[in-house]
Structures are given as C-alpha cells and as structure tokens.
C-alpha cells in the first residue's frame, strides 16, 4: 500500500496532540505532515540551515487538506509523502494513514516555494537533490 510513495514515516500520537474530544486536534495534522517533509528533505541530503547560510530560504506558499478519520490518543500512524516540481512551486501531495486499519486520515497537498536573496525564484542545486532516486 504504502509503496506508491516516494517517503513514509511511521509515527504515534502524543497524549497532549488531543483536544477535549479525545481526538487530535487538526493543527496538528500540519505538524505531522511538516516532520515528513523536514525528514524527507533530510534524507535527501539537504539542510535548511546550510540553505538560510547561502540565502535560500524554503517556505510554504499553500495548504490544501481534507481530514477523513481522527487520529486518538496512542493511535500509530504512516506519514506518506510524494513530490513533484511544477514551474517555481515544489509540489508535496501528504497523506496519513491509520495504521490499525489503513484508513485513511488526512490528505493534503502542500505548495512550497524558494525565496532566493530575498526575491521568489529557482534553486537548481534543491531541485536536482529533490529529484535524485525518484521513479
């Protein structure tokens, strides 16, 4: 199931992520989903601190999500992540998944943009990190 992704990440809800329902509290679905991201960028090789240093700066341009299922407390869960480049926007289609029962949780895409010195623009050297070992 999870084979369709590029990058997976196994995770497990915290008592304090819950709300009064008992259920995570959908902010921190974007915490989760930014984790995936940061460990997949990691893995690639790429640190945002040697980025800022050479003034490149990544940020999120645009959050689209749907919530399907609550996570609960302790609840374990599979942070799937797929990525593609279209034009200047590095494109992060997320989704997590309910381990117990593969249910599907949240389904998000996240838009991230380069701000290079200041100004929006490309970063070859990002990109072609991004895209080694992809199908």
């Known amino acids: 199931m999870y084979s369709k992704y590029l990058f997976t990440l ?19 679905y974007l915490h989760y989903m930014e984790h995936t991201r940061h460990q997949f960028i990691l893995q690639k090789g790429i640190s945002f601190a040697q980025l800022h240093q050479k003034g490149i700066d990544m940020v999120v341009a645009r959050i689209t999500i ?34 117990s029962d593969n249910k599907l949780v949240a389904k998000a895409q996240v838009d991230v943009v380069s701000i290079v010195n200041g100004r929006l623009g490309h970063c070859p050297e990002l990109l072609e990190k991004l895209n080694s070992e992809m199908p």
């Open 66 to 99: 749907a919530y399907k299922t609550p996570l609960c407390s302790e609840d374990r869960f599979v942070s799937c992540l797929n990525f593609r480049a279209e034009g200047i926007r590095y494109v992060f289609e997320q989704d997590i998944y309910r381990e």
């Open 10 to 28: 196994p995770m497990q809800v915290r008592d304090y992520e819950c709300d009064i329902e008992g259920i995570v509290n959908n902010a921190n």
